[in-house]
């Protein structure tokens, strides 16, 4: 078993267990999915030397576990900030169209019947 | 709706009373869509904790607090190994205020693969996964601007030629409207392997294959060929390029993609803790931690001082 491997599967660990925190809060120790993740990785830690072949199906598990993670907070904090409550109808005129990238005309002497 | 209510009236077999049956028809079709309609709508989290219990045949079950999840059709939720069990309620214990249940995909998948709401058999899904391979994104390249031929040449064909190799298949590429025409062996080679997988496995992959528009594609993430970051770029390569020469849209751009990299990664997460081989690691895995048991040993009765041998 190369050290790469190791290493690579060591940061797809340390990558879940971030997001984990990131998206449970303080008490993401206690969390069921904190607990599997370790337990996994630790079992892992033992047979490793045997089964090269079990290592890469971790590391691509971890790994698409890790993307799951990661895709789904940015899915939900993209939906919030573009098509979320509070996002568009109640943010003013202006700033709708500086979030396409827009900006309002502005006319130097106000418009003629104000 | 009025349609789907005359389709059927027209599949029922004569001598049934019409009027009554078409009520009862037009009642079943609303209940049906009240209970998959809680889908779109925004529910508040009714729940504290979420936890896993082990049910009847070693399936195991979600409860939010004292509840037991159910699917949208009312059975019971029920999964086969630990691993699901846990991404699922992980799912479930990270919602905040409200369910947002666009995010829950492993939810998702389970709840089809249960439900089976279009009630088709392994058979039928096997043909519709392998419908997309006559319209393949890797098979279909263009011609012009030169700068994405190369792109499409430099990216595209290794991925073909790994999938040729290792099912031992033609599958070719083309640039016409037509796509290429895939050899009858070859579907055969992919039917006989979607085979082996079991229903909710195929439910999975199924679910891949329509997100990233690919068989090849969704076959190299299956192998672990492919990552699935990399997958949702290969079948995004157009728009990548685009994006490299024009600008990348936060609100339209990212959002997609990101869209797109969950639901991959669900479907391929799924396909893999589906499979019969994640329940067999599991045991061999334990069986390597707790070694076995020595055999007791017997003791000999000493030999008495008076033998006379």
Redesign the interface.
């Known amino acids: 078993m190369s050290v790469s491997l190791r290493v690579t599967t060591l940061r797809a660990c340390r990558d879940i267990l971030k997001e984990?925190r990131a998206?449970?809060g303080p008490g993401y120790r206690r969390?069921?999915?904190y607990r599997?993740v370790m337990d996994?990785f630790r079992?892992?830690q033992?047979?490793s030397e045997?089964l090269c072949r079990?290592q890469?199906?971790l590391l691509?598990?971890a790994?698409?576990?890790l993307?799951?993670l990661?895709?789904?907070r940015?899915?939900?904090s993209?939906?919030a900030?573009?098509h979320g409550e509070g996002s568009t109808r109640e943010k003013g005129l202006r700033d709708v169209a500086g979030?396409?990238g827009l900006a309002l005309p502005t006319q130097p002497g106000g418009k003629g019947w104000e | 709706m009025l349609r789907n209510v005359l389709r059927l009236y027209n599949s029922l077999p004569v001598g049934c009373c019409p009027l009554i049956t078409i009520q009862t028809q037009t009642r079943q079709l609303l209940e049906c869509r009240r209970t998959y309609s809680s889908a779109t709508s925004e529910r508040k989290k009714f729940y504290q904790d979420v936890s896993i219990s082990q049910g009847e045949g070693g399936v195991l079950e979600i409860n939010l607090d004292r509840r037991k999840l159910k699917t949208p059709g009312g059975k019971l939720f029920t999964v086969p190994n630990e691993a699901l069990a846990v991404t699922v309620a992980t799912e479930w214990d990270v919602q905040r205020d409200t369910l947002k249940f666009y995010t829950m995909h492993m939810t998702t998948l389970c709840n089809t693969a249960l439900d089976n709401p279009t009630q088709r058999n392994k058979d039928q899904m096997i043909a519709a996964s392998l419908k997309y391979l006559e319209t393949d994104t890797i098979c279909y390249r263009v011609e012009e601007p030169p700068g994405l031929v190369q792109l499409q040449k430099n990216e595209w064909d290794p991925v073909m030629d790994w999938i040729e190799k290792r099912y031992n298949v033609v599958i070719g590429s083309s640039s016409n409207i037509m796509g290429p025409t895939i050899p009858e062996e070859t579907k055969d080679t992919f039917r006989q392997h979607l085979a082996s997988y079991n229903f909710w496995a195929l439910t999975g992959l199924e679910y891949v294959i329509t997100q990233l528009k690919s068989v090849i594609l969704s076959f190299g993430l299956i192998d672990q060929h492919l990552t699935v970051e990399k997958a949702v770029q290969l079948s995004r390569l157009e728009e990548e390029f685009q994006i490299h020469q024009w600008g990348n849209v936060e609100w339209a751009h990212e959002y997609d993609l990101q869209e797109l990299r969950s639901r991959t990664a669900a479907g391929t997460l799924f396909v893999h803790l589906s499979s019969e081989s994640a329940t067999m690691k599991r045991k061999f895995l334990q069986d390597l931690e707790f070694p076995l048991p020595r055999k007791p040993t017997i003791k000999t009765p000493l030999l008495s001082k008076h033998s006379h041998h």
Request: glycine share 2%; charged share 15%; proline share 0%.
């Open positions: 984990l998206v449970k969390s069921l999915g599997y996994q079992k892992n033992i047979t045997k079990s890469q199906d691509h598990q790994s698409s576990y993307c799951l990661q895709s789904t940015l899915h939900l993209l939906h900030e573009y979030m396409v």
